[in-house]
């Protein structure tokens, strides 16, 4: 009974989290440590705050010696910015992220939130980033911009990889309800 209890248990929570995507960076592949301006695909990062990274190349092995959490890839803001993520298909509800303070300092305190098109803060916390991956578990639904600030330091670079998120479907446009036959046949008597 325990065991198929278990199993029951376990079906629900992949059923749960069935749309839930995976968000690693890695595309499109890139071979320089800071790729300004360039966004990878299916987000934006807005007015270059920060850039798409191979991390294991570059300055980016002195700011991140561990590399990517996934991959090779990964976010890093622009030192004295707010990094900024849009993601390009509308909002999306997110349930996670890992986080890596620069290793040229001993961690940081960065403030990251989640923002809707209109820049509205929707959701905000302080994470203290160490010089480890660290997830950052958050249940923030309906946000369409994603931002991480280094407040202290706050001239310091924080790489950002691993997103985990469920996009969210448009509503269905309302429709017109069809009148029915005997409508048609009432108008025609007139």
């Known amino acids: 009974m325990i065991s198929s209890l278990a199993g029951m248990v376990l079906a629900a929570g992949f059923a749960v989290s069935a749309n839930a995507v995976a968000e690693d960076f890695e595309t499109p592949q890139i071979d320089t440590c800071n790729v300004w301006g360039t966004s990878p695909t299916g987000w ?3 007015s270059e705050t920060a850039a798409l990274s191979d991390l294991a190349v570059g300055i980016c092995t002195s700011i991140n010696t561990d590399g990517a ?3 090779t ?3 890093v803001n622009f030192n004295s910015r707010v ?3 849009v993601r390009d298909g509308g909002p999306f509800d997110l349930s996670s992220f890992w ?3 620069d290793d040229r300092t001993a961690g940081a305190t960065v403030t990251v939130a989640g923002l809707d098109s209109d820049d509205n803060e ?4 302080s ?3 160490t010089n480890e991956w660290t997830e950052v578990v958050v249940s923030w639904s309906g946000i369409s911009k994603f931002t991480w600030d280094p407040t202290s330091p706050g001239i310091t670079n924080i790489s950002i990889d691993d997103l985990t998120f469920e996009p969210i479907a448009p509503e269905p446009e309302a429709t017109a309800p069809v009148p029915s036959t005997t409508t048609y046949g009432l108008i025609l008597l007139i």
């Open 69 to 71: 959490r996934s991959g």
């Open 73 to 75: 890839q990964g976010l």
């Open 44 to 46: 934006t990062i807005e």
């Open 83 to 85: 990094g900024t993520l």
């Open 122 to 125: 929707l959701f905000s916390t």
């Open 127 to 129: 994470v203290n980033a």
């Open 99 to 101: 986080i890596h303070a």
